[in-house]
């Protein structure tokens, strides 16, 4: 095996691993997603998250991370979409957003 193969068999290692470990991140943006939603009284719109962005980035104790940004629709009653997204470090959940301005629950003129 010369180091060619060496480093195509990394490659093919770091690509399956990538992968892999974004399956289950992406369960956990899921579920994240699905619990915010609901807290809200809104709807995730086909149960999925989309990634949109990765990239690297730093956690509290200093170790790179893979930093993912995945978007997603919900809806309030069904009958319209609204975008949101939620980053993640790892497999921590930094952010979720929501567009919340207009709800009459939430006091704003709609």
Known sequence: MDLLDLLGLLLL???GWLWYDSLDVREIAVSATKAACNSENLLLL???VA???IGLGRDGDGRLRLRR????EYSDTGNDRSAGSI?????RVLVIKLD?????EHGLPH
């Not at 940004?69 to 997603?72: E, G, L």
């Not at 980053?87 to 497999?91: C, Y």
């Not at 919340?100 to 009459?104: C, N, T």
């Open 51 to 53: 990634i949109k962005r």
């Open 87 to 91: 980053v993640l470090l790892g497999s």
């Open 69 to 72: 940004v995945y978007d997603f």
């Open 100 to 104: 919340l301005r207009g709800r009459p």
């Open 13 to 15: 290692a770091a690509v």
């Open 46 to 48: 086909d149960d999925t």
